[in-house]
């Protein structure tokens, strides 16, 4: 979109002789009564984004900081959007809980073992195998999406991202290993912190304990036929 805004504004600074200019008149004229041309793009574009007024006036000025100020909206517009579609969806509920801004996830370079990363990524996405989600895609009611491995003891909770990394008594084993205490005994702040870490160490280990909680999970589930 930038550059299609830079293009517009190198055309508007061009003699009248020139034949990119002769062309974008041409358009411009046949945008004013509704005929759909490139010109009638750049001018929904920057409608759009608020900047109507440069449109109108066929000039911007400050041609640097006009630019500047264009990709800024982007960005923000970008962002608000991002926001939005994260709240409104409720498969995002926990990851709406930790992920809030828009970056590269450190993870994604300070884990070395590549299959450690994908787990990550598929624990943090929601693209896996627990209840949360396969119920979800069953129509089965949220509360009613029970970690199977509680439900054997007796206890009844539902299967989600925070269940297996913090709660469920399956894995105590496992995660005494990976997840040092203090996150555990903070319950959803303490995954949220683990969540938004930075600390390679405490990634790496992480996404060691999701690896593994995942496999033991699978094997477990396939042995018992649950």
């Known amino acids: 979109m930038t550059k299609c805004v830079k293009y517009w504004l190198k055309l508007l600074d061009l003699n009248d002789n020139r034949y990119p200019r002769y062309t974008y ?3 411009y004229e046949l945008d004013r009564p509704g005929r759909h041309t490139w010109a009638t793009d750049i001018r929904v574009l920057l409608y759009t984004y608020g900047f ?3 449109w ?4 911007v000025g400050n041609q640097p900081m006009f630019i500047r100020l264009f990709k800024q909206r982007l960005i923000d517009n970008a962002i608000q959007i991002w926001h939005s579609n994260i709240e409104n969806n409720g ?8 992920k809030t801004t828009l970056e590269l996830e450190k993870y994604l370079h300070c884990v070395p073992n590549i299959k450690h990363r994908i787990a ?5 996405c929601s693209v896996h195998k627990l209840e949360v989600e396969t119920g979800r895609h ?3 009611p949220r509360e009613e999406r029970l970690c199977k491995f509680c439900e054997r003891v007796g206890i009844n909770y539902i299967e989600d991202e925070y269940h297996l990394m913090i709660i469920c008594p399956f894995y105590d084993t496992l995660r005494a290993k990976f997840i040092p205490q203090r996150f555990i005994t903070q319950g959803i702040y303490g995954f949220t912190s683990l969540m938004r870490s930075t600390n390679p160490a405490i990634l790496s280990n992480l996404a060691t304990y999701i690896f593994h909680a995942f496999k033991l999970r699978e094997s477990t589930n396939l042995r018992l036929h649950i």
Do not use: P
């Open 120 to 124: 990550m990524t598929k624990f943090r």
């Open 91 to 98: 498969k995002l509920e926990l990851y709406s809980m930790y």
């Open 56 to 59: 109108e006036a066929q000039g």
């Open 138 to 140: 069953q129509g089965v």
């Open 25 to 27: 008149l041409m358009l």
């Open 52 to 54: 109507g007024y440069a």
